[in-house]
Structures are given as C-alpha cells and as structure tokens.
C-alpha cells in the first residue's frame, strides 16, 4: 500500500527524497517534530511526522486534498494535539507555553482572513498588539502606535484606517488580517492557502509583502499553498505530504520534479524554468 512506502520513505535516514539535513547546519531548530501522530476518532491524519525548521527559513507545505496539510498547521500553532510525539518550539516542549507566551511567538493567517464586523481597520490593526499590553492596555512596545502606522503605510491601508471590515472587499480584509499578523511581531508565521481569494496582481503583491518582511525581520513561514508556482518562487523549502505522511522534503528544484509531482498529484506535468528568475515553475500537459 502507498501509506507504508511513503512511511518507510520517512523515517529511513537513507531516504532519497529527505534533503532535510543540507539546511540543519549547527542551528537550534526553531521547531521540530518527533514522531508526531494524529488521529481523528479511528483516522490516522498524520504519522510519525518527524521535521525540523531552522529559524528563517520559509517553508511551502503542499500535497493533495486531505493530505493533512491544515491539521499539520493547527498543530504548530497548537488549536489541536497530538496523539502521539511531541513539538519542540525553540527547544521547548509547545503545550508548555501559555496562550500569551504563544501568541507572542506564533502568529496564524488563514485564507479567510477576518470576518466581515463592524469594526474599523485601524482598531483591528491594533487587536494585534493584545498579547503585549497589560491589563490596563499598556503596550510593553513604547513605539506602537508607529509600528501601526508604518504597517498602514506599507500595506495601502491608510485611507481604508476609519473603514469598517463590513464595508471592505475580501481582498481588503485580507490585507488586514495581514497588516493585524505584522502587529502581532512574531518570530514564527503560520499561513494556511493565504491568496486562495485574492485576485493576481494581489497574490503576487502579498508573497513580495511577506517575502520582504519575513527577510528584515528574519521571521520563519511554514506556508500551505495550492500555488506550486508560487511555492517554488517564494519559498527556499517544500515539505510534501501525501496520506498523512512527509512523501518529501527539500528545495523547490528537488521537489518540482516531473516524477515527484505525478506521484504526488497523479497529474502529468512539464517543468519549466522562469524566464526572469532561477525556479522551476509548472505546466501541466494533457490528460
Ligand atoms: P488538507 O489540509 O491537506 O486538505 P486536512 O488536514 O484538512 O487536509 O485533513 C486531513 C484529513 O483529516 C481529512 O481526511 C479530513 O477529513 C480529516 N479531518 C480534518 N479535520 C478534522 C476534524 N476536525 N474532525 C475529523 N476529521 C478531520
């Protein structure tokens, strides 16, 4: 059965496909993974997942529908536990973190973004800061209230500042949601299928947001994306999952390979390489 392939594929040290120890170096991972297993009732949704990240590093979780991508994602920013094995964030164990210490730390988009409330853009904006204030609303950041500016100004939010989120596109509250996150100042970023609403221009403008910030900031993204293209182009790793199991890990070139992706996606893809930039990029051809 392909669940035991893969699963052997793994957890073997000699794995072909594991490319994860080119990046270890002599660096605490910011997070790692030991023999992680999930279990829905009698589903197993992910097993023995073994994974490290280094601090800085952006990854791109990808793999068919069902794979187990989300739930891996809820259980690094711990909204779900495990059955079994044990996140380590920054050495420590991850449910020995209270929920403030957690939030200072990990920050989650989803593909939602924010629901439409009556709240204006700027309030929100600063809902972001919560895990730093006291209870009187003190913030531990004397400059705030520039930081928040600075992000209005970096993400075109200025004019939309007195708006409510009721009253803004999708694509807007999604550039919320982001400019809320970039408040929060976390070290490590989640993102599950961020652009999935966004029209084009603005998929491209939000990965050139989070690539320049992630990079100033030396902020670690574990992204899930649809987009394989934008993965090979935004991220320096991809981590595969297929049946709740790591099919593969590496670089966008060590994974958008022809015999990996058919694999992976039963689909028949030709590989290309992007005329400006140096990353493989996916056509498909005909079935
Ligand atoms: P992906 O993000 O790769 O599409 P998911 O992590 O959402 O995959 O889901 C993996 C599997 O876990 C699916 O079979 C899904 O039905 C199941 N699953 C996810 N969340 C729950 C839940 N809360 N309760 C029961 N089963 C779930």
Avoid at 219 to 242: E, G, K, P, S, W
Wanted: hydrophobic residues 35%; aromatic residues 6%; glycine residues 6%.
């Amino acid at each position: 059965m392909m669940l035991s392939k893969w699963k052997k594929r793994s957890t073997t040290p000699s794995n072909p496909y594991d490319h994860s120890s080119t990046s270890a170096g002599h660096r605490h991972p910011v997070l790692q993974l030991k023999e992680l297993t999930k279990r829905y009732g009698e589903q197993t949704v992910l097993h023995e997942i073994n994974w490290s990240v280094q601090p800085g590093e952006c990854w791109g979780i990808v793999g068919p529908n069902g794979s187990g991508k989300t739930t891996l994602l809820q259980l690094l920013a711990g909204t779900e536990h495990a059955q079994q094995g044990e996140i380590f964030l920054q050495q420590r164990p991850l449910h020995t973190y209270s929920r403030r210490e957690l939030a200072q730390h990990t920050a989650v988009l989803g593909q939602e973004g924010l629901a439409p409330l009556h709240y204006p853009v700027k309030e929100v904006l600063a809902m972001g800061r919560y895990p730093y204030q006291n209870w009187l609303g003190h913030d531990q950041l004397a400059t705030a209230d520039q930081l928040l500016d600075e992000i209005m100004e970096r993400l075109d939010l200025k004019e939309l500042a007195d708006r409510p989120l009721d009253q803004l596109s999708g694509g807007q509250r999604q550039r919320v949601a982001f400019g809320k996150v970039m408040a929060q100042q976390p070290k490590l970023l989640l993102l599950d299928e961020p652009t999935t609403y966004l029209d084009i221009a603005y998929q491209v403008h939000f990965m050139e947001w989070l690539d320049t910030w992630r990079r100033e900031s030396n902020i670690t993204v574990i992204a899930v994306l649809h987009d394989l293209n934008l993965a090979a182009r935004y991220c320096d790793r991809l981590l595969a999952l297929q049946e709740g199991q790591i099919m593969m890990q590496g670089t966008p070139e060590q994974l958008m390979e022809e015999s990996v992706l058919k694999q992976l996606f039963r689909i028949r893809p030709a590989i290309v390489h992007h005329p400006d930039i140096d990353v493989p990029q996916l056509l498909l051809k005909r079935r």
